[in-house]
Nanobody, 111 residues
Framework: QVQLVESGGGLVQPGGSLRLSCAASRSIFRIYTMAWHRQAPGKQRELVAMITSGGYPTYVDSVKGRFTISRDNVKNMVYLQMNSLKPEDTAVYYC?????WGQGTQVTVSS
C-alpha cells in the first residue's frame, strides 16, 4: 500500500490560486493512475481530477480550465494547481492512489 501525504491547502479569496501537493511513499506509485478528490461539508466525496501513469489528465466539468493536475514520477509527487478559485471549491481535498488515501488538506475560498 502507498502512503500519501497532502499539503498546500489554506484560505484564499475568490479568484485566487493554490497549489496542492501529494507525496507518495513508494516509487511504485509511478505505474498507477493518481487522483484528487474533494468533499465539501454535507456532500459526498467527488472526483476532481486524475492523471494516468503516462501523464494523461481528466477533470470533472466544474474545474475544467481552472485546475491542472500533474505528476513527477522521479520525486513521487502529484500536484493540483487550482486557479480562479470559487467559494464552491471549498472542501477537504484528498489524494488517492488505488485503495490508498491521504489525510486530506482543507481548502477554503472566502472573502
Amino acid at each position: 500500500q502507498v502512503q500519501l501525504v497532502e499539503s498546500g491547502g489554506g484560505l484564499v479569496q475568490p479568484g485566487g490560486s493554490l497549489r496542492l501537493s501529494c507525496a507518495a511513499s513508494r516509487s511504485i506509485f509511478r505505474i498507477y493512475t493518481m487522483a484528487w478528490h474533494r468533499q465539501a461539508p454535507g456532500k459526498q466525496r467527488e472526483l476532481v481530477a486524475m492523471i494516468t501513469s503516462g501523464g494523461y489528465p481528466t477533470y470533472v466539468d466544474s474545474v475544467k480550465g481552472r485546475f491542472t493536475i500533474s505528476r513527477d514520477n522521479v520525486k513521487n509527487m502529484v500536484y493540483l494547481q487550482m486557479n480562479s478559485l470559487k467559494p464552491e471549491d471549498t472542501a477537504v481535498y484528498y489524494c488517492n492512489c488505488q485503495s490508498s488515501w491521504g489525510q486530506g488538506t482543507q481548502v477554503t475560498v472566502s472573502s
